[in-house]
């Protein structure tokens, strides 16, 4: 493997690049305030990453838990825009668990093998008016997807019994140390949380020490070559393609598979071990407490489209070359 150090230069190389070029304005004041946008966001999302936030049995913790656990089940695999909306608009009932207890909200699917998709076999009156936004649900953006809705009833119920006598974080852990991240991601797939992104994100999102390798990582990992690093047998042709199973390999390179996101996750906390909140401070002005967390925004941010609502105004992954592993052609930062 390439040196680790190497790796985190180019990391700094990355996020004073996003910062300096990616939220860049002609107009000075404004390219200041995009700034200081991203900065927000960035610090806030880090703040609220940290598991001590999510220890002990008050209904804040619980509840807490409980938010993050649902909201990512309804952010995947649809744009982030369609499931903001439709959380705002079913939070009001989703954000307590103890709702589902009500049996309005029984329901049972099974899979249509003629269809190829799963159907309804019994719903209780909520669920009826979730899936037609009809009743409470009049004039609100629900999702219809079954395996969701069955998923997310049954874990409220599941966690709703476990937390009246036990902390909430174990219904996550099982007990398991909190550094041991496979063991507790093994568990939650074992109570049918959801797929292995969706709760790596949830993981990420409570403070466990995890990214969310989605496509947008796992393509800069890719580029930079980071990922023949440390992907066994990883062919020198792979495309952007095969990282969606659309390319010469199929499925067989996808990144939601664990042989890639298992080793980019591992490689990810190799090079922030020995991170120096010092260089990074240094770097743009400022860096959180939460290294990882905003290892993993700054990544994303990268490659994403420019979103006006966090600053940015380009993406900058396009074109990658190698010359973004030589740490000497970043241009010099100073934070504000």
Same mark, same amino acid.
């Given at each position: 493997?390439?040196?680790l150090h190497?790796?985190?230069?180019?990391?700094?190389?990355?996020?004073?690049?996003?910062?300096?070029e990616?939220?860049?304005?002609?107009?000075?004041?404004?390219? !200041?305030?995009?700034?200081?946008?991203? /900065?927000s966001?960035?610090?806030?999302?880090?703040? *609220?990453?940290? $598991? #001590? =936030?999510?220890?002990?049995?008050?209904?804040?913790?619980?509840?807490?838990?409980?938010?993050?656990?649902?909201?990512?089940?309804?952010y995947?695999?649809?744009?982030?825009?369609?499931?903001?909306?439709?959380?705002?608009?079913?939070?009001?009932?989703?954000?307590?668990?103890?709702?589902?207890?009500?049996?309005?909200?029984?329901?049972?699917?099974?899979? !249509?093998?003629?269809?190829?998709?799963? /159907?309804?076999?019994e719903?209780?009156?909520?669920? *009826?008016?979730? $899936? #037609? =936004?009809?009743?409470?649900?009049?004039?609100?953006?629900?999702?219809?997807?079954?395996?969701?809705?069955?998923?997310?009833?049954?874990?409220?119920?599941?966690?709703?019994?476990?937390?009246?006598?036990?902390?909430?974080?174990?219904?996550?852990?099982?007990?398991?140390?909190?550094?041991?991240?496979?063991?507790?991601?093994?568990?939650?797939q074992?109570i049918?949380?959801?797929?292995?992104?969706?709760a790596?994100?949830?993981?990420?999102?409570?403070?466990?020490?995890?990214?969310?390798?989605?496509?947008?990582?796992?393509?800069?990992?890719?580029?930079?070559?980071?990922?023949?690093?440390?992907?066994?047998?990883?062919?020198?042709?792979?495309?952007?393609?095969?990282?969606?199973?659309?390319?010469?390999?199929?499925?067989?390179?996808?990144?939601?598979?664990?042989?890639l996101?298992?080793?980019?996750?591992?490689l990810?906390?190799q090079?922030?071990?020995?991170?120096?909140s010092d260089?990074l401070?240094h770097?743009?002005?400022?860096?959180?407490?939460?290294?990882?967390?905003?290892?993993?925004?700054?990544?994303v941010?990268?490659?994403?489209?420019?979103?006006?609502?966090?600053?940015?105004?380009?993406?900058?992954?396009?074109?990658?070359?190698?010359d973004?592993?030589?740490?000497?052609?970043?241009?010099?930062?100073t934070?504000?």
């Amino acid at each position: 493997m390439k040196d680790l150090h190497d790796k985190y230069q180019t990391y700094r190389c990355i996020r004073k690049r996003v910062w300096d070029e990616a939220t860049f304005s002609p107009d000075s004041v404004q390219h !200041d305030q995009n700034k200081n946008l991203l /900065k927000s966001k960035i610090t806030n999302l880090c703040r *609220e990453s940290d $598991l #001590s =936030r999510f220890r002990g049995s008050s209904d804040r913790v619980k509840n807490s838990i409980w938010h993050h656990m649902w909201t990512k089940i309804r952010y995947a695999g649809i744009k982030a825009e369609i499931a903001s909306t439709e959380i705002s608009d079913i939070s009001f009932i989703f954000d307590h668990y103890e709702n589902f207890f009500d049996g309005k909200w029984n329901i049972k699917i099974e899979w !249509d093998k003629k269809e190829k998709k799963h /159907k309804l076999v019994e719903a209780g009156s909520l669920i *009826e008016d979730f $899936l #037609s =936004r009809t009743g409470v649900f009049e004039k609100r953006q629900t999702v219809g997807n079954l395996v969701k809705l069955n998923k997310t009833i049954g874990l409220a119920r599941a966690y709703g019994k476990f937390v009246k006598s036990h902390d909430p974080i174990q219904f996550v852990t099982l007990g398991a140390d909190e550094n041991d991240i496979w063991k507790i991601h093994e568990h939650l797939q074992g109570i049918g949380y959801t797929s292995d992104l969706t709760a790596l994100h949830f993981m990420m999102d409570i403070g466990f020490q995890v990214i969310k390798p989605d496509i947008v990582i796992s393509r800069l990992f890719l580029h930079l070559g980071w990922l023949h690093d440390i992907v066994y047998n990883l062919p020198d042709d792979i495309t952007d393609d095969d990282l969606v199973g659309k390319g010469k390999y199929k499925s067989k390179f996808q990144y939601t598979s664990p042989k890639l996101y298992k080793p980019i996750i591992d490689l990810t906390r190799q090079i922030l071990k020995n991170n120096n909140s010092d260089d990074l401070k240094h770097d743009i002005g400022w860096s959180t407490n939460n290294p990882i967390r905003e290892f993993d925004i700054f990544m994303v941010k990268y490659g994403q489209e420019p979103e006006k609502k966090w600053g940015l105004t380009k993406n900058l992954s396009r074109g990658l070359g190698a010359d973004l592993a030589k740490t000497s052609k970043c241009p010099s930062s100073t934070g504000s």
